[in-house]
């Protein structure tokens, strides 16, 4: 419980510090943010603003995470090393995005055809790892299960590894562009991660008390590595809320693609390994909602040859073409995340 207390404080100093520096930094070299030309017209006045501020968001919850362990003087676990290289691996395709937007001085970065492939190869190595027989523990356990779970395993339904890894990919490619996607306005992203990460980590405190490992009995959770979870979870959690001090409105800091990506695939990495794959559908419902926006809305202006369900996609950006103030909007989208969470 300590290494959870000093990792969540650390990471949120080092990010409320390191995102002041990093703003500077990256000011000094117009590393600014381009703006799609058929959004919202307010905020063509964002057009500048620093971005990849989810660099910091990654580089602080990865100390905090390591030097709570060191301080504790606990090994990090298979698990959590899973977690933080998908964490990671993401950040690093979304900053190759980010990058190429400002080179090349446009609101598109890398292709979508390479996006899709960077983050495939993550999510499919991430698979591979956490179901492989060569890191299991003393109890024969795998860091994710070959089981599809909602608070615990369907164990009648045991999945063959390749669709398994098939519904891994979906999953951790679905959720790193739908936490994207919601990176709209700001702060709404920042906002919403930091209640479902705080979620996550109530959850495997939950787990690692009613763990098989710690106290059998037939309610109990069977699931590895539960606690150091929760340990990353608070890095995570800490780390964004940090950054959130910056990017409320009006934003002085982006995250970018470099903290959206991976800031989404932590979450369905998170499912995974606590088994709660859909449960996180219930949990992060605020980006299912974005995210079915932009379907509905693509999916209807091609059958209807021109026609719009919403004024624009995703959903936030259509209340702010009803007139909304953008903090109303990203106030009220927090509370849906809220009430998503506390369900």
């Keep these: 419980m300590r290494a959870i207390l000093f990792a969540g404080g650390l990471a949120l100093l080092l990010s409320l510090l390191g995102t002041r520096v990093a703003i500077t930094m990256l000011s000094r070299r117009g590393y600014g943010q381009e703006i799609r030309e058929d959004g919202p017209t307010s905020h063509h006045t964002k057009r500048g603003t620093p971005t990849m501020g989810g660099v910091v968001i990654i580089g602080a919850s990865v100390v905090a995470y390591l030097l709570a362990k060191a301080a504790t003087g606990q090994a990090p676990s298979a698990s959590a090393w899973l977690l933080l290289f998908l964490f990671v691996g993401l950040g690093i395709v979304g900053f190759l995005d980010d990058f190429i937007k400002i080179v090349k001085q446009r609101s598109l970065g890398l292709r979508s055809k390479a996006k899709m492939i960077g983050q495939t190869v993550v999510a499919l190595a991430f698979g591979a790892l956490a179901l492989s027989p060569m890191l299991e523990d003393h109890r024969g356990q795998t860091p994710a299960s070959q089981h599809i779970s909602f608070l615990r395993d369907f164990s009648a339904w045991t999945v063959p590894t390749v669709l398994l890894l098939v519904f891994m990919w979906f999953l951790i490619t679905g959720f790193s562009n739908a936490v994207n996607l919601t990176d709209g306005l700001d702060g709404l992203a920042a906002g919403a991660t930091t209640l479902v990460f705080g ?145």
């Design 199 to 343: 979620a996550f980590l109530l959850v495997n405190v939950w787990q690692y008390n009613q763990s098989c490992a710690v106290a059998p009995s037939a309610s109990c959770y069977e699931v590895r590595d539960p606690l150091d979870l929760a340990v990353v979870s608070a890095a995570i959690m800490g780390a964004t809320f940090g950054f959130l001090w910056w990017n409320a409105s009006p934003a002085q800091i982006f995250m970018g693609d470099t903290g959206s990506l991976a800031l989404g695939g932590a979450l369905a990495g998170l499912a995974i390994l606590t088994r709660t794959e859909l449960l996180l559908v219930i949990i992060g419902g605020l980006f299912v909602v974005e995210t079915l926006s932009v379907m509905l809305q693509v999916g209807w202006f091609k059958v209807t040859k021109g026609r719009r369900i919403f004024r624009m996609a995703p959903l936030h950006h259509h209340f702010e073409m009803l007139g909304w103030e953008q903090v109303t909007v990203v106030i009220r989208f927090w509370i849906i995340a809220g009430l998503f969470v506390a369900a």
